[in-house]
């Protein structure tokens, strides 16, 4: 595991073993969650990354609101 250190201005560098797996580029953002004590970076993505996401997804399914009781 990768150790990072929390500067004076409370930043921290991404070690460039994590940046190589990564397709991290300059200037991007990074949204921070935090949860139970844990701190999450997720790379911001454009809608568009989005694209074909659901592609494989079956149809069937999905449940119309008249077939829930």
Same mark, same amino acid.
């Given at each position: ?9 409370? $930043?921290? !560098?991404? &070690?460039?073993?994590?940046?190589? $797996? @990564? &397709? *991290?580029?300059? =200037? $991007?953002? @990074?949204? !921070? *969650? ?6 999450? *970076? @997720? &790379?911001? +993505?454009? *809608?568009?990354?989005? +694209? =074909?996401? @659901?592609? %494989?997804?079956?149809? =069937?399914?999905?449940? %119309?609101? +008249? %077939? +829930?009781?």
């Amino acid at each position: 595991m990768t150790q990072v250190t929390v500067s004076s201005k409370y $930043q921290v !560098v991404i &070690p460039r073993e994590v940046r190589r $797996q @990564l &397709p *991290l580029r300059m =200037g $991007q953002k @990074l949204a !921070v *969650l935090v949860k139970e004590g844990v701190i999450t *970076l @997720l &790379p911001d +993505r454009p *809608l568009s990354a989005f +694209r =074909g996401f @659901l592609k %494989d997804m079956r149809v =069937g399914a999905i449940r %119309d609101k +008249r %077939d +829930r009781v």
